[in-house]
């Protein structure tokens, strides 16, 4: 039996969770490096001291845990700043990912899906054998991150931070298109791991 890794990246709001949600439901196994992202920086974890060290305390909250609002606003209206935490950061999601991966291919496991929103933009194509972009219109993108609650400065500035969803989409081997209802998500999975 013959493991397939796939990658599967998209635009921030463009339905990345509901995809991993439904991938779990469908028994496929699935890793999300922003859940990662969210246990390396918790509190007592190195991360989290490097993150103090380079940006200072008033990141950190009095609980000792991250001000993940406070950072997000440095860092996605600064790239100097964002290049600093992703050089911290980076290193050790894709440590933590690549250990599941090799638990998969132990366990003799299929095929196996690694959630990553920067795949292209930190060239992580090689670590892959399929590369999946699930996409939407951008009005639908700037709708969805309005209902999280975010400003317009702050959706327009996450955007701008990553590759446009065209050149990803291109750059894809097959793309979900994320407009519909949670059954037509799921009859594009299908065709992608079944047909």
Request: glycine residues 6%.
């Amino acid at each position: 039996m013959n493991f397939r890794l796939y990658g599967l990246t998209g635009g921030v709001g463009m339905g990345k969770s509901t995809i991993s949600t439904l991938l779990k439901e469908m028994g496929i196994e699935c890793v999300d490096s922003d859940d990662l992202a969210r246990s390396v920086v918790g509190p007592g974890k190195p991360a989290l001291e490097r993150i103090r060290n380079e940006f200072g305390d008033e990141y950190i909250r009095p609980q000792g845990v991250l001000d993940r609002s406070k950072l997000a606003s440095l860092v996605f209206e600064n790239e100097e700043q964002r290049n600093k935490l992703e050089r911290i950061l980076h290193p050790m999601i894709r440590n933590l990912w690549q250990e599941e991966v090799r638990q998969w291919r132990s366990d003799k496991i299929e095929k196996g899906v690694v959630i990553i929103p920067l795949l292209f933009e930190v060239s992580l194509e090689v670590e892959f054998d399929r590369i999946i972009c699930i996409a939407s219109t951008v009005e639908t993108q700037r709708e969805r991150l309005k209902l999280r609650g975010w400003k317009t400065d702050q959706i327009s500035s996450r955007i701008k931070s990553q590759m446009s969803i065209i050149k990803k989409m291109e750059r894809s081997d097959c793309v979900i298109w994320n407009e519909g209802s949670i059954e037509n998500l799921k009859r594009q999975l299908d065709r992608i791991f079944y047909d």
